[in-house]
């Protein structure tokens, strides 16, 4: 009866000191395979160049014969619109530098460019800023510019 005693014991003991060990770590989960949906020129069309849009018809001020019209937001939901807008232009550039879509350090600082772009436009549109959203609406431009003459040269 002893014997069953310490040994229960033991085991009870045991089970203690490996309830005190911290558990080893768990190995991390694979990354996820990325799986885009578009093509790059698809990108570019159906969802980067409606989202620039959203910005440059937001910017400057265009006068006529019949006089002159300002295009920045005059409401709330305007901004928020612009500030969406910039926001996707921002991650564009980073769907840009994606595994299988980017095609070097080249590439990918036009990207970072583009991000940058959309960083300001968002932060002009946050601050509901005309004039800070028509030089970002520049930087946007030059961004987009500078990788066509790069990448689509016969695109002028």
Known sequence: MTRVIVALLALLLSFA???????????????PGFRPTTSVPQLMEWILEPATEGIWDAAGTIITAEGRRELAPTTDVGWEQVRNSAALVSEIGNL?????????????????????????????????DADRLFDAGGQLYQACLACHRAYMPDSR
Do not use: N
Not at 104 to 126: F, H, K, Q, V
């Open 17 to 31: 000191c490996a309830s005190d060990q911290t558990p080893p770590a768990a190995a991390a989960p694979p990354a």
């Open 96 to 128: 840009l530098m994606l595994p299988g879509r980017s095609v070097g350090p080249t590439w990918d600082a036009y990207a970072i460019a583009l991000i940058d772009a959309g960083r300001e436009s968002m932060a002009a549109a946050d601050a509901h």
